[in-house]
């Protein structure tokens, strides 16, 4: 079946400016975990959903970063006035539960 | 900050050695994962070792929990170039692996 998908695949924008990224977990998938990882850095926890609710949003490292998931499925991870520091790979995961996580390719962030 | 600590953090080695990569912490972890992540892609679960010195074997592919659920080795037998990638370890705390923290990964080349 298909696995977990990203949209955009690069993105490119400039500072100040506003970004969503996208991501499509395993269908019936209800647990969906986003992650950044920086240029020769591992993937750093940022927000962790069960269903529709944000379970665990203690990684998200400031105000500026907002993800939802309002109908179980779909989730976008929302980035107001970006800086040049947020530049990184962003993976999302899902999983059945807590069990094994299953990673997207990511979205290439590159704030200019 | 890691609280998850990798070495060597760059390996390159000849196609038929053998190698051992290094996760090490000062946590315990209920279970600690190993991931491999090619260029452009979202990291791939390798194992996932639950038991203070489990030994888990994936053919050519052996990893050990340290007895005190605090670190890991992935040892890998007359490597291939196929093995190339960056190896990641994880460390998951409570019952499920929800809340994963990454090592900064051990880029390995295999050379032919």
């Known amino acids: 079946g298909a696995g977990v998908s990203q949209t955009p695949s690069n993105k490119v924008t400039e500072k100040g400016k506003y970004v969503e990224l996208r991501c499509d977990p395993i269908s019936g998938h209800t647990a969906l975990y986003w992650y950044r990882q920086s240029l020769g850095q591992g993937p750093e926890f940022l927000i962790y959903?069960?269903?529709?609710?944000?379970?665990?949003d203690s990684g998200l490292p400031n105000d500026r970063f907002f993800a939802v998931r309002p109908e179980g499925s779909v989730s976008t991870l929302k980035i107001q006035r970006t800086e040049r520091g947020d530049s990184a790979v962003y993976l999302c995961?899902?999983?059945?539960?807590?069990?094994?996580?299953?990673f997207g390719p990511g979205t290439r962030l590159t704030v200019l | 900050t890691q609280l998850l600590e990798q070495s060597p953090q760059f390996l390159s080695i000849q196609e038929g050695e053998n190698l051992t990569v290094y996760c090490n912490s000062s946590s315990v972890f209920s279970s600690l994962q190993w991931y491999r992540q090619e260029p452009g892609e979202g990291p791939v679960l390798l194992v996932t070792v639950v038991t203070g010195g489990e030994v888990k074997k994936l053919k050519r592919l052996t990893f050990q929990f340290g007895d005190a659920r605090k670190d890991s080795s992935l040892h890998i037998t007359a490597a291939q170039p196929g093995d190339t990638g960056l190896y990641l370890c994880?460390?998951?705390?409570?019952?499920?692996?929800?809340?994963?923290?990454f090592g900064s990964g051990t880029q390995l080349t295999v050379l032919p």
């Open positions: 995961a899902s999983s059945l539960q807590g069990d094994t996580q299953y």
């Open positions: 959903f069960q269903g529709t609710g944000a379970a665990d």
């Open positions: 994880a460390g998951a705390k409570g019952g499920s692996a929800r809340q994963l923290t």
